[in-house]
């Protein structure tokens, strides 16, 4: 365990925890949560975002959190947040891509598959 001292060596004298306000909008790390992409690198690294419910305490955050994530306790340290980026450019709103459709449905279509690697 770091006693007083080196605790004050690592921590710069400027340091600010962010502040966040409830009812903004932040992201939680993803680092402890199984994610169904098949590769932890290419997956997100943050979640989010999710609305700010209260403020338990100096350096804990309570969450709204959706449904789907109904076994995770809602209050995070604020080591594992980040706050939401507004943009920068005003009026400036890119819409996701539109999906391919293909007999009323999204799809895509695959020309060939180049390797395959089946691991039994």
Same mark, same amino acid.
């Given at each position: 365990?770091?006693? !007083? +001292?080196?605790?004050?060596?690592? /921590?710069?004298?400027?340091?600010?925890?962010?502040?966040?306000?409830?009812?903004?909008? /932040?992201?939680?790390?993803?680092?402890?949560?199984?994610?169904?992409?098949?590769?932890?690198?290419?997956?997100?690294?943050?979640?989010?975002?999710?609305?700010?419910?209260?403020?338990?305490?100096?350096?804990? *955050?309570? @969450?709204?959190?959706? +449904?789907?994530?109904?076994? !995770?306790?809602? !209050?995070?340290?604020?080591?594992?947040?980040?706050?939401?980026? @507004?943009?920068?450019?005003?009026?400036? !709103?890119?819409?996701?891509?539109?999906? /391919? /459709? *293909?007999? +009323?449905?999204?799809?895509?279509?695959?020309?060939?598959?180049? +390797?395959?690697?089946?691991?039994?």
């Amino acid at each position: 365990m770091l006693n !007083v +001292d080196t605790k004050l060596l690592l /921590i710069p004298e400027n340091y600010q925890p962010p502040e966040f306000k409830i009812g903004s909008h /932040i992201y939680f790390k993803a680092q402890f949560f199984y994610m169904t992409q098949p590769s932890k690198k290419l997956s997100n690294k943050f979640l989010g975002p999710y609305k700010t419910l209260a403020l338990p305490g100096t350096h804990s *955050v309570t @969450l709204w959190l959706l +449904d789907s994530l109904h076994a !995770v306790h809602p !209050v995070f340290h604020i080591s594992m947040l980040e706050p939401t980026i @507004l943009n920068l450019i005003p009026n400036c !709103v890119q819409p996701p891509p539109l999906p /391919i /459709i *293909v007999n +009323d449905e999204p799809g895509f279509e695959i020309s060939e598959i180049l +390797d395959s690697n089946i691991d039994n």
